[in-house]
């Protein structure tokens, strides 16, 4: 019978920090904290659209982190184990958010026709340093426009074109596939550009 290769671990600063924490230097786990809160946080804000909402789900994302940490393998990077905890409790939280859309909108107009000719690169916008556009005019219809697309097709952008995770990251931390992404992203861009096209063209 031939043997499977066991998958590589990675080590890195937070593997190591895990490691002492799981030996027992538990006080150790707020260095975790310290380090992603605030990034969580600002996630939760783009896909929760909700500052209680994105306070509760950092919260949550920590209290399960704390309980399964010890499961946690180092097969793939902390930060995304992190980041799927977060999205599947942001989605969950977002679906019973008083402010969620009673109907989503559909993007079937935004289809590609040929599904294997999907542009992946960055629109003009994402390509800023996120600092410059929060403080533009900008970023308030930007996030207002993210909050009108379905949570499959938003979750994808925010993590693809502001957390910067690449395509094959994103579908990892959502269980999907790559390709699936590609699409998810490029409707989810022209959804975007379409009703941001007055600030592009200014």
């Known amino acids: 019978m031939q043997k ?3 998958r590589k671990k990675i080590i890195d600063e937070d593997t190591e920090l895990i490691n002492a924490i799981n030996s027992g230097q538990k006080s150790l786990f707020y260095d975790l904290v310290k380090k ?17 909402d994105a306070e509760d789900m950092v919260q949550e994302t920590f209290l399960n982190v704390y309980r399964y940490l010890a499961d946690f393998r180092s097969e793939s990077k902390f930060k995304n184990w ?22 989503e909108i559909s993007l079937e107009d935004f289809i590609p026709e ?8 960055l629109p003009s916008w994402a390509s800023k340093p996120l600092e410059k556009v929060l403080n533009d005019e900008l970023s308030k219809n930007i996030r207002k426009a993210i909050l009108l697309l379905p949570e499959k097709y938003r979750v994808v952008l925010v993590l693809r074109d502001i957390e910067g995770f690449d395509t094959e990251e994103t579908a990892q931390i959502l269980n999907i596939k790559p390709s699936s992404v590609k699409v998810r ?18």
């Open 82 to 103: 992190l980041y799927r905890i977060a999205a599947s409790v942001c989605i969950k939280k977002r679906r019973k958010s008083k402010f969620a859309p009673q109907k």
């Open 185 to 202: 992203l490029h409707r989810a861009r022209l959804f975007l550009k379409e009703k941001l096209k007055d600030y592009f063209s200014a």
């Open 4 to 6: 499977i290769p066991e």
């Open 114 to 121: 040929n599904k294997d000719n999907i542009p992946d690169s």
């Open 36 to 52: 992603y809160e605030q990034k969580l946080y600002n996630f939760g804000l783009k896909v929760c659209g909700e500052t209680r």
